[in-house]
């Protein structure tokens, strides 16, 4: 297996690397997220990650940077391929319970909320045309946008607005474990839902059962001039399918081969489905000596916060397959 | 008097045009500031200022973008010149008291407190390393900072500041008949506050009397690896005079003719102290048939939201005097 798979065809001259924050209150519903100590503490996954990826250090509370079982957070790999490239990321607060703790381009949105009992995201109108606005203004100084994402408990809601497009898709997990009975429980609701609204548009279905993240990323992207590629797995396959009922341009999208390879996500059929083309980053934690960065090769954490993305631009602007693996394994080993 | 004073030696391939917003409570203080309907209503100032020069209207209230004489909002002049150049500009929310309408980079800070009484930035330190983390930000894709401010209230903050660094600087107001009296008793007050402590450091100088803006644009111009250009009146100087006493690089100022000629601001005579360069811009608002515009050259509002440094950012890149006053008389009959 080649580190990436394809060729893609980018030579990025000014790229930006921005990563879409958000937060669902199905993160803390018992056993649906991985990504945090405790369901209640998920919510602060994605302020903690970008404290981590910006600093270095997590300074605001005193946290290990890793699952109970030693494996980092997937915001190591997006901090190790930010030093190599020399690429500080652009977080875009989409709604976040918690105030974050670094800089964030804000459009102003909340938190969404649990689907099964109501609208998630009512504003989900608004924050796609704040998300256009970000990528317009991105296009001004910009040739390429690499698109992360961070939503503890956002493989549920991207299963529900996938499922609403009416693409038949399963989807993945930080867990090594999937639950996936608990998903389709809550989707189920989510369709119902759907179904007796009569809901279409795919606004309308982020509205009813999707995240905040998924409408600011998918206005950001289609408001972009230069080429852009979705970097995450199945929530960004979400806001692909999104795109695609919008009748936008599509872009690829790029994760590791662990989300490719969790046999409960589907994420190869998923894709070809919505018609999206993904490349595929093979990092070989498995031989890397590090026992915690060897757990994503038996399905904890998998991908995040743009972590398959950033080694994917690592490839495209140059470094060698060897640099990417000693940065990683040289940031994962200081925590 | 030329369109502009000087010949500024910038040729900018991909600028940026930030301005900074933020509150301080001594803008509610009756008197204080002019930037507003009423002293309650000035808070809310960036947020519709920001507003009109991203949508060219105020959606969110029913208001009008000029003062109770019919003259217009700085912002007119800064939309005017936004759309002219397609370059949209890029707001940095210091510490706002309300929810801004249109996504900002965001800080993260507070409203700046009444300094009478106690700190007025307690962050100041924390906002100005924030601040410098956007100038690295911003140094990745752009080559040229124009650094514009929105801050109500600003003018006698930018006082306490100035006087604080030993710079016996008096200060402009967007009221034609500058309230000194008012702003001198506040400024005494402080000046005591800052001999009591000994504090001669300029962020000890901004936690004690200053604002939110001012540590955040000093952070941001000591990062920024480009040009940069201040684009404000006498709260710029402040700026200026805090790089300096913090041994940075002080960047030139550019401001309109109307604050240069207010004669209760002495701004040449404080620049020259500080040791800052300035540009003038003279628009010949009073030539344009517009009698809102021509308030400006009676001494009304004179300056704001980076509208000096937006014309003057219009030169810079070509376009001709002629161009630059038909946009700017156009958009603000268009209200």
């Known amino acids: 297996m080649p580190f990436l798979s394809g060729t893609p065809p980018y030579r990025p001259a ?11 209150l199905l993160s803390t519903v018992p056993g649906v997220s991985g990504a945090g100590m405790s369901p209640e503490k ?39 391929m930010s030093v190599l490239l020399g690429l500080s990321p652009l ?29 998630a995201v009512p504003g989900a109108r608004d924050l796609y045309a704040r998300g ?11 040739d390429f946008l690499l698109l992360g994402e961070c939503v503890p408990g956002g493989t549920t809601t991207a299963l529900c607005v996938l499922r609403g497009l009416g693409i038949p898709a399963s989807v993945s997990s930080s867990f090594v474990n999937n639950p996936v009975a608990l998903k389709e429980a809550i989707c189920a609701r989510v369709q119902e839902r759907i179904r007796v609204e009569g809901a279409k548009e795919p606004l309308d279905i982020i509205r009813i059962g999707g995240d905040p993240m ?7 992207v289609s408001a ?11 929530q960004m396959l979400a806001v692909a399918a ?11 999208v790029v994760t590791t081969v662990y989300v490719r390879d969790d046999p409960s996500a589907g994420f190869a059929a998923t894709a070809e489905m919505i018609g999206t083309q993904v490349y595929y980053v093979d990092p070989g934690f ?22 398959g993305g950033a080694m994917f631009l690592a490839r495209v602007v140059g470094r060698s397959e060897e640099e990417i693996r000693e940065k990683i394994l040289s940031t994962a080993t200081s925590y």
């Not at 605001?60 to 890793?66: E, L």
């Not at 699952?67 to 901090?79: D, L």
């Open 224 to 234: 972009f001039r230069g080429d852009t590629v979705l970097a995450g797995g199945t």
């Open 42 to 80: 998920t919510v602060l996954t994605p302020i903690l990650d970008s404290e981590l990826i910006t600093h270095g250090v997590i300074r605001s509370r005193k946290w290990k940077p890793n699952t109970p079982t030693g494996c980092p957070t997937p915001a190591v790999i997006t901090r190790a």
């Open 242 to 252: 999104a795109l695609r009922g919008l009748g936008k341009k599509v872009p690829p």
């Open 91 to 119: 977080f875009i607060n989409a709604g976040l319970t918690n105030r974050p703790e670094v800089p964030c381009l804000d459009v102003y949105g909340e938190p969404g909320k649990d689907p099964r009992d109501g609208d």
């Open 214 to 220: 998924l409408a600011v990323a998918a206005g950001m």
């Open 132 to 142: 256009e606005q970000v990528g317009r203004f991105l296009s001004q100084a910009h």
């Open 286 to 307: 498995g031989a890397l000596g590090h026992s915690g960065l060897a757990r994503y090769c038996v399905g904890e954490v998998k991908e995040g916060i743009g972590a």
């Open 14 to 24: 000014r790229p930006v690397f921005a990563i879409v924050l958000g937060n669902t």
